[in-house]
């Protein structure tokens, strides 16, 4: 188990596992209560993140799908189904946090990842005369 993300009111835990052979996202209560884990993603999934009102729960699978799922204040349950919210584009197997959601989690920062192999190299030299 990976990438754990406790939720803003402290009910909750995220986290990645690879209990099924490949990574997908669970939920449980923070404070065990026996065996409440609950499977969130079915097609993969990494880097869960919380909206700050504990209300949705963000992932994003290996194929770079971004999903959502509401949590309901009773707890997750397998009935619930994530909603596919858009691709994006980002390092999702080498990097702990591609993406930050904004407070209500209509917005989304992306570290993107570039379209080419060569990433640009900008040198500036005697920059120190350009400030005189």
Do not use: C
């Not at 404070?31 to 504990?54: F, V």
């Not at 729960?57 to 959502?68: A, E, H, Q, S």
């Not at 349950?77 to 946090?97: C, G, K, T, W, Y």
């Amino acid at each position: 188990d990976f990438e754990p993300q406790v939720s803003p009111d402290g009910k909750w835990l995220a986290y990645s596992s690879r209990q099924t052979g490949s990574n997908e996202i669970y939920v449980e209560p923070f404070l065990p209560d026996g065996n409440r884990r609950t499977r969130i993603s079915r097609l993969g999934g990494r880097q869960p993140m919380w909206r700050a009102d504990s209300r949705e729960l963000f992932f994003v699978g290996d194929d770079r799908r971004f999903w959502g799922v509401r949590i309901p204040d009773s707890g997750p349950s397998q009935s619930i189904e994530p909603e596919f919210l858009f691709n994006m584009h980002a390092n999702v197997a080498n990097a702990r946090n591609s993406y930050v959601p904004s407070l209500d989690g209509q917005r989304f920062l992306v570290i993107q990842v570039l379209d080419t192999e060569d990433a640009p190299i900008n040198v500036i030299s005697n920059w120190a005369a350009g400030i005189k």
